[in-house]
Structure formats: C-alpha cells, structure tokens
C-alpha cells in the first residue's frame, strides 16, 4: 500500500507522476489497469490543485493506491468544497467542430476507466474512493 499527501501546487503533479510509477511496479499492475488509474489519479489531482480554493492551511491532498485481491483502489481525500462527480453533469459532445471547446472530459474520461466509484463528504474531508478491477489472466 503506497501513500502520498500533495500540496496545492502545479509542481505537485510531477511527484504524482513519480509515485504513479513507483506503485505501479511495487503492486505488479497491468499495463492496461495502470493506464486508467493513472488517467483518473491525475485527472482528480489535478483538477483539485486548479479549481479548489487555499484554506489558510493550504490545500493537501491524500493519496492511497491498495490491491485488494482482482483490484485496485485509489483513495484521494481532499479538503475542498464537496464535489460528487457521480451526481455531477459530464460534458456534452458539441453538434460541431466549430461549436467544440478544448478540455471537459474529466468526469466523463473517469467515469468510463472507473469500474467503481464511491464518495463521501464529511465535516473532516471529502473521499473519493475510484476502484478498477484487474481483467482476468488466462495462463
């Protein structure tokens, strides 16, 4: 089980990307698990260090990735503002190219590479929990 607590910082996704690296050799994930975790990690983290306000304390961010027998979880606390990207509104395609605008695909993206999603907000922090189950191995 691998842990890291991030700053509201920019510079904090390159650390993420470094430890995203490291568990995904220390828990052996497949290539193809590894992708959507990463996709959905960074693109939570990364959307709480843009959109989320600095309390006086500044912002920290929990990270937690477990293998729980055929899974992977990814525990993400923050202590923003609530956001229940289950209830929240996913982007809408554009009817046309001159119509379409770059980026919003967040919820969308996480959603499709989550196998599960669970949320909850609480008078301490928010907790995300996305999970993703490993495909099964033919040998």
Known sequence: ???????????????????????????????RVAFAVRLCVEEVVSNLIRYTSK????????????????????????????FDLRTATAYSPAKDLEAASVGGWGIHLIRSYADEIVYQSGPSCNRLKLIFEEPDVVN
Do not use: C, F, N
């Not at 991030?6 to 490291?22: F, N, T």
């Not at 309390?55 to 609530?82: F, M, N, W």
């Open 1 to 31: 089980m691998g842990q890291l607590t991030l700053e509201q910082s920019d510079l904090e996704v390159e650390r993420l990307a470094k430890w995203l690296d490291e568990e995904e050799v220390a828990l052996a994930i497949p290539k």
């Open 55 to 82: 309390t006086s304390e500044g912002l920290k961010i929990r990270l937690e990735l477990t293998r729980q027998e055929t899974a992977l979880i990814a525990v993400i606390e923050d202590y923003g503002p609530p």
